[in-house]
T-cell receptor
């Protein structure tokens, strides 16, 4: 099955600087790569996703890049703010199967923004 | 707005007890999932279901079973709870994917402590 590795496990960044979280995946058939943000005591929520036919996607201060050849994708957060402090999870899907969406998650990155 | 509701936020059970974790979604989603979240291990898939009365094992099904008698409800069962099942349990749902990738929506989570 799919295996997703995520680095770093913890990341501290000065407010206003950029943060980058990286993930690699093992199954070349994976074609959907979402990122989830989980604030303390809350549910994970989707913040951005990318599909295999796109190399980069941006939404305001958040961007995701995908390198299918190398099987890695990254989350970039620019101009970080205190509310960006959370745990971030990357994930990869194993592809369509009877219309299912089964995600394999990375182990998470705890991002702390230092005021 | 999608709502995934987990009936119990906090539970304390004794070793050997049978435990039921209930999850209900109100968006007529075909797919439902149970994940377990542990520090440093991320979110690991226990079981998922893509239709009523259908179930598929995830990555860590041992010690768990599930039930999906109605489309909106997906139950996780611990037949005989053990201390190593102390964890946060997250239910999620998603529609059948019609393109490459569909968002999955999480519940608030159930914190289970087995003593």
């Amino acid at each position: 099955g799919e295996n997703v590795e995520q680095h770093p496990s913890t990341l501290s960044v000065q407010e206003g600087d950029s943060a980058v979280i990286k993930c690699t995946y093992s199954d070349s058939a994976s074609n959907y790569f979402p990122w989830y943000k989980q604030e303390l005591g809350k549910r994970p929520q989707l913040i951005i996703d990318i599909r295999s036919n796109v190399g980069e996607k941006k939404d305001q201060r958040i961007a995701v890049t995908l390198n299918k050849t190398a099987k890695h994708f990254s989350l970039h957060i620019t101009e970080t703010q205190p509310e960006d402090s959370a745990v971030y999870f990357c994930a990869a899907s194993e592809g369509p199967n009877f219309g299912n969406e089964k995600l394999t998650f990375g182990t998470g990155t705890r991002l702390t923004i230092i005021p | 707005d999608v709502k995934v509701t987990q009936s119990s936020r906090y539970l304390v059970k004794r070793t050997g007890e049978k435990v039921f974790l209930e999850c209900v979604q109100d968006m007529d989603h075909e797919n439902m999932f149970w994940y377990r979240q542990d520090p440093g291990l991320g979110l690991r898939l226990i079981y998922f279901s893509y239709d009523v009365k259908m179930k598929e094992k995830g990555d860590i099904p041992e010690g768990y079973s599930v039930s999906r008698e109605k489309k909106e409800r997906f139950s996780l069962i611990l037949e005989s709870a053990s201390t190593n099942q102390t964890s946060m349990y997250l239910c999620a749902s998603s529609p059948i994917r019609r393109a490459s990738g569909n968002t999955i929506y999480f519940g608030e989570g159930s914190w289970l402590t087995v003593v």
